[in-house]
Nanobody
């Protein structure tokens, strides 16, 4: 049974920082791509960042230079360091892992930037 649990969300002023964590159980993160998505009220869910099994990273244009994805294999945890936060970053942030035969999502963690 795969479970992804996000944490680290909260309320922060514009320009501030937060670090989101995603702890995986039943799923070895270093073997698979791990991603972060977000969904703002009234908007579609959108891709934020991904780290693949080889450690290569990718980012949506709107977070490049501000967000950094990383992982700690020993803790089976993926992180999203978010700096220089803007009001438009306000959203529910989800951790996800997808492959040809699976598609798992966490419950999300709320980020509010004022």
């Amino acid at each position: 049974h795969v479970q992804l649990v996000e944490s680290g969300g909260g309320s922060v002023q514009a320009g501030g920082s937060l670090r989101l964590s995603c702890v995986a159980s039943g799923h070895i993160i270093c073997k698979y791509d791990m991603s972060w998505y977000r969904q703002a009220p009234g908007k579609e869910r959108e891709f934020v960042s991904r780290i693949d099994s080889g450690g290569s990273t990718s980012y949506a244009d709107f977070v490049k230079g501000r967000f950094t994805i990383s992982r700690d294999n020993a803790k089976n945890t993926v992180y999203l360091q978010m700096n220089s936060l803007k009001s438009e970053d306000t959203a529910l942030y989800y951790c996800a892992t997808q492959g040809s035969t699976f598609d798992y999502w966490g419950q999300g963690t709320q980020v509010t930037v004022s």
